[in-house]
């Protein structure tokens, strides 16, 4: 479990589309760094201490994770990534964007890195007027005052104008979501996904427990003697699973994420059964699904055959070895099939067969950038 810590950050623009390139770092921030809160009005300042276009100013306090010499690291190639280039000069520039740590809890840092809270942040009218907006009764852990009161006694004389421009808050997938579901084919990645994403958002995660299934490697030797034992046993553990921890809401996580979600239970029968065990099979799945949870989202992660055969080979679970695309093109029509009838079901579905995110954090990004646009 990851510990959440409570940041306020400043952000500043005068080049280009201002508004979009503060829109533009809050959804950067709410990926990369953490749940955005609370966001400032839009703030026009004078540009200070140097001739440039006028600033559009804001604050914001953000939740994270990071430690804060590791959020510094993320801001800077959030700068990075937004177009800023920085001037091996002391001197105030014109950017694209600016983004600075004001405040970190009541952190006190002096370090040639970092200096929390911000060294210039009380002779700052663009930095205190959007913060105290947000957050007046905030302690400044060094004069132990509050926003209110340091925003009073702040003697820059600098024109500051607060508009009326709007920008969007990025919603948090805590917030948007209760429970999540993440499917998709063998070998789709979708364990990896949900323990990555659990650990991120500090979600409690369901794991189908297929490794203590007895009938699993037998099914693979003998599917037709072992399929039906193999998908009633299937289905009462994850009925029980599901239906014990979906009920214990726990008040130390935002949300539940599970890497299945029990309708495959539907979708693999179908392929391994004959006519007569799947309609008998269908009868007992339809009353246990009655009384189950569905998710706000379902998640289906697409992997092109190609890439599910290797990804089965690279994980080398024995019994999983002899799985043939033909196999695998089944499954896949089937969860096309219910994604096409279950309507009612909030539904996205991702192309990953291009994606490692494990291995290249952009490609993560993007997931979640979906999942939080969708």
């Known amino acids: 479990m990851k510990i959440l810590r409570t940041t306020y950050l400043s952000l500043g623009t005068n080049l280009g589309d201002k508004l979009q390139n503060l829109q533009g770092a809050l959804d950067e921030i709410s990926i990369v760094i953490g749940a955005i809160t609370h966001v400032s009005a839009v703030y026009k300042t004078n540009s200070w201490g140097f001739e440039a276009p006028d600033f559009f100013n804001i ?43 004001l405040l970190f809890d009541d952190d006190i840092i002096f370090s040639p890195q970092l200096l929390i809270p911000h060294s210039r942040m009380l002779e700052r009218l663009f930095v205190l007027a959007p913060l105290n907006e947000i957050a007046p009764k905030l302690i400044h852990p060094i004069t132990k005052t509050t926003i209110e009161k340091c925003l009073a006694d702040c003697k820059d004389k600098n024109e500051i104008t607060k508009t009326d421009l709007v920008l969007k808050r990025p919603i948090p997938i805590s917030e948007k979501y209760s429970y999540i ?68 809401y726990d008040l130390f996580k935002n949300f539940i994420i599970s890497d299945y979600y029990v309708f495959k239970s539907v979708i693999f029968s179908k392929v391994t059964l004959n006519e007569d065990e799947f309609k008998l099979y269908r009868k007992v799945f339809d009353m246990m699904y009655k009384e189950m949870l569905k998710p706000d989202l379902y998640v289906f992660l697409y992997q092109s055959p190609e890439r599910l055969l290797e990804n089965i080979k690279k994980r080398g679970r024995d019994y999983e070895q002899n799985i043939s695309a033909e196999y695998l093109k089944q499954i896949h029509d089937g969860y096309m099939d219910f994604i096409k009838s279950k309507t009612e079901i909030n539904t996205l579905i991702i192309d990953v067969s291009d994606y490692d995110f494990v291995k290249h954090p952009e490609d993560y990004k993007k997931i979640i ?5 969708h």
């Open 59 to 101: 604050a914001i306090r953000v939740e994270t994770a990071w430690t804060p010499e590791l959020l510094l690291e993320k801001i800077e190639k959030i700068e990075k990534n937004l177009g800023r280039t920085k001037l091996n000069s002391d001197q105030y520039e014109s950017r694209l964007i600016d983004i600075d740590i």
């Open 181 to 248: 579901a993440i499917e998709g084919n063998i070998g789709a990645g979708k364990t990896t996904l949900t323990n990555m994403m659990a650990a991120d958002f500090n979600a409690k995660k369901v794991l189908e427990r297929f490794a203590d299934n007895p009938f699993l490697p037998k099914f693979y030797e003998d599917k037709e003697r072992y399929a039906f034992p193999l998908e009633m046993s299937f289905l009462a553990d994850r009925y029980q699973q599901l239906s014990d921890d979906l009920a214990q």
């Open 369 to 373: 950038a979906a999942i939080q646009a």
